[in-house]
Structure formats: structure tokens, C-alpha cells
């Protein structure tokens, strides 16, 4: 049993979330978690590291195999074993495809706010972004039906992201038939990051969109990874799901030199992760819910003016403090007057500079830390005043 109260040291061991500043400054920013990883995943590593070849790897059948599994048991999702290409990364993978099948001057729609590799990714190759706006409402982040099919209308594909980075949201099956239907009346590619499939609270379930039809299933690339759930994002693996065959050799072929074989320990540890730490991950799960409810209730108590919506999935809380009008950012704000380093707003959308996103994927003792960090920058500010 892991023991998730449990604080590391990270500093001096090359991480980039705890490189990224000063050592005194906590930082809560990159979706990194602060857990030691599965003891079975170090432990199938560390058997691995006896056969001293680390080569370029490939992924065993046993691995396509565990992947089609998991799918079916968690998601009743059946694939076959030829529809995974194994990548480095997601966003190589959403990246590869806007250059697959797509031309400069084509629209492509995201719905912001949105972590920043999707949001400037339509940029590097010519793209026109089309923002459909989720806002904030009483069943938490909602999606406006009618404006998502104003600027589907305009696009050539879709780049979804579900669970949603930063505002936590987890669509709902009828959320994505509203989307899949718009798609297919325009003909869209859709792109679904699906990164955080398996991070979801209150006992909600995970839809690949995808899964929804088989007209959804032959214009979707889903995208899905171990990394985040599993904490093993450094090993570099990812994979897409893709049925359609044709899509699926135009996708692989778009590699061009840019996007290499996958990480051979990064392999072993996603199988590892998908066969043996599934304890570890209900445990993490219960810690992280918990963790969720404490911040809701602690943002609440302690900075009224500070607006929340509970997270739905993701360990990402995003905050916003436009009330407080923290100069020159809420960022920069408590960065400098509380050593405490969150991800700035403006990074998902230039309408969310008053925000910040916070990781609450950390031991509480360090969640407490980063909020006693924002009292005193409070404090602090007053005092300057």
C-alpha cells in the first residue's frame, strides 16, 4: 500500500516541475504528481534493467493485447490489435495529425479554456482556431450547443480534450453525441485527447468518443496514455487508436523524422501499469477525490472571492481570481508574494488571464503548504497597500 501522505524530495533529480523555479518555491503547475509510482511498475522496470540492452523498442503482442482488454472492461470498447500505433506522446500525436490531414487555412475547433499544447497547436501549421467557450454553470462547466455548431461549421476537424484540461469537466455521453452529431453533418476529423480517461470522481465513467458510432469511430483519432494516471509521463509512451485503415497508414506516415520509436522502458511500465498497479491506482484515486473535496472546501472558507468549480476528473483545479484584481496577474501575484508557482491563465486562452491552474495531485501537507503560500501573498499585498 502506498503511502500517498508520503513527501519526496525532487529537487537536484532533473524533474522539470521542480526545476522550473527558485527551491523556494512550491511549485503546483505541470500535470505531474507528487506520488511515488507503483511499486509494480518499479519493480517490472527494475527486472527489465537486468538485460543490459536498451535498443529501440516495439510493442509486444502481450502489450496490444492488455490495451484491447482494458478498453473492453473499462469502456466496452472493442479494438483490434492492428487499430494502436504506440507514440511518444499525445501531443506528437495531435500534432501528426493536424499535419496528416490537414492544409494551411484550414479551420480546426477547440473549446477553451485549454492546456496550451492544444490551444497553439493549430498554429504550427497554418491553421485557422475556431474557440468554442465552455462556461461555468450550475451543473459546473457546460458546453453551448449552439455555438459549438457555429464554429464547427467554419472547421475541417475538431481537437477535443476529455476529460477537459484545465476546468476538470467530463463530458457526458449526451455532450459528445451533441459533438459527434455536428461532426458528422460537416464531415469533420475529430482529434480526442483523452489523456486523463481514467482520473474521473464521484463514480463517473469515461466515453471515448469514439465508442459512440460506427460513422464516429471512422473519422476519430483517439488519443490515450498510462502517463498521467500512472505518474510515468517521463517515459515518453502514448498511443492512438485509430479504426479506420486508411486513416491509419495517412496517420503513421506523417512520423516524417519528427516522431521516433517509443520509449522501451516506457512500454514495459504501460504494461505494468495496465496489468499489475491497478490497486495503487484506486488507492491514488480515493486520495486524489479526497484531496479535490478538501481544496473546494479550504478555496472557499479561506478565499471567498476566489470562484471554484469542482473538478469532475483530471487533479486540476482551475481558479478564478479576477475578483481579488492581482497585479499585474494572480500568477505573477503569488509567485512573487508567496513562493508559489501555479500555471498562469493566460496560458489557456487569452480570455483566462484572471485565472491559474493548480495541481492537486501532491501529499496534503504540501496542498496546505501552497494554500497557506496564497495567505500570505494576501497578507502581504495588504500590507503593501
Not at 477547440?110 to 496550451?116: A, H, L, M, S, W
Not at 455521453?173 to 451533441?178: F, G, H, N, S
Not at 488571464?353 to 500570505?376: H, I, K, Q, W
Request: charged share 25%; hydrophobic share 40%; net charge negative.
Amino acid at each position: 500500500m502506498t503511502d500517498f501522505d508520503q513527501v519526496h524530495d525532487r529537487l537536484g533529480t532533473g524533474s522539470s516541475k521542480w526545476s522550473k523555479y527558485a527551491p523556494d518555491v512550491l511549485p503546483m503547475w505541470v500535470a505531474d504528481m507528487d506520488f511515488s509510482v507503483a511499486p509494480e511498475i518499479i519493480e517490472t522496470i527494475t527486472r527489465r534493467l537486468a538485460h543490459p540492452f536498451l535498443g529501440y523498442g516495439v510493442a509486444k503482442d502481450e502489450l496490444r493485447n492488455t490495451v484491447i482488454e482494458d478498453l473492453k472492461s473499462k469502456y466496452d470498447w472493442e479494438i483490434a490489435p492492428e487499430e494502436i500505433v504506440f507514440l511518444p506522446g499525445v501531443e506528437p500525436g495531435f500534432n501528426m495529425a493536424m499535419k496528416a490531414f490537414l492544409k494551411p487555412g484550414d479551420g480546426i475547433t477547440v473549446q477553451t479554456p485549454v492546456y496550451r499544447p492544444i490551444l497553439n497547436a493549430p498554429g504550427h501549421w497554418g491553421l485557422t482556431r475556431h474557440e468554442a467557450a465552455l462556461t461555468p454553470g450550475k451543473r459546473g462547466w457546460e458546453m453551448d450547443v449552439e455555438a459549438f455548431r457555429t464554429k464547427i461549421a467554419k472547421s475541417t476537424a475538431f481537437l477535443l480534450c476529455n476529460p477537459q484540461n484545465p476546468t476538470g469537466k467530463v463530458f457526458t455521453r449526451e455532450d459528445l453525441m451533441a459533438m459527434a452529431d455536428a461532426c458528422r453533418k460537416h464531415d469533420l476529423l475529430v482529434i480526442s485527447d483523452e489523456i486523463h480517461c481514467e482520473l474521473l470522481f464521484d463514480g463517473r465513467r469515461h466515453v471515448p468518443f469514439a465508442s459512440l458510432s460506427d460513422d464516429t469511430a471512422q473519422r476519430t483519432i483517439t488519443l490515450m496514455a498510462a502517463s498521467k494516471t500512472y505518474n510515468i509521463a517521463g517515459l515518453k509512451t502514448a498511443f492512438a487508436i485509430i479504426k479506420n485503415k486508411e486513416m491509419r497508414e495517412k496517420f503513421s506516415a506523417s512520423r516524417l523524422g519528427m516522431v521516433d520509436s517509443v520509449n522501451i522502458l516506457g512500454l514495459e511500465a504501460t504494461l505494468a501499469a495496465y496489468k499489475q498497479a491497478s490497486e495503487w491506482k484506486a488507492e491514488m484515486l480515493q486520495y486524489l477525490e479526497a484531496n479535490r473535496d478538501f481544496l473546494q472546501d479550504e478555496i472557499n472558507r479561506r478565499f471567498p472571492s476566489i470562484r471554484i468549480v469542482k473538478a469532475e476528473g483530471t487533479f486540476l483545479a482551475w481558479l478564478d481570481c479576477s475578483e481579488l484584481d492581482l497585479s499585474p496577474d494572480p500568477q505573477s501575484f503569488f509567485l512573487r508574494h508567496g513562493k508559489v508557482g501555479f500555471s498562469a491563465g493566460s496560458e489557456f486562452g487569452t480570455d483566462y488571464v484572471s485565472y491559474v491552474r493548480l495541481n492537486f495531485a501532491c501529499p496534503r501537507a504540501l496542498l496546505v503548504e501552497g494554500l497557506d503560500r496564497m495567505e500570505t501573498a494576501l497578507r502581504t499585498a495588504e500590507t503593501l497597500t
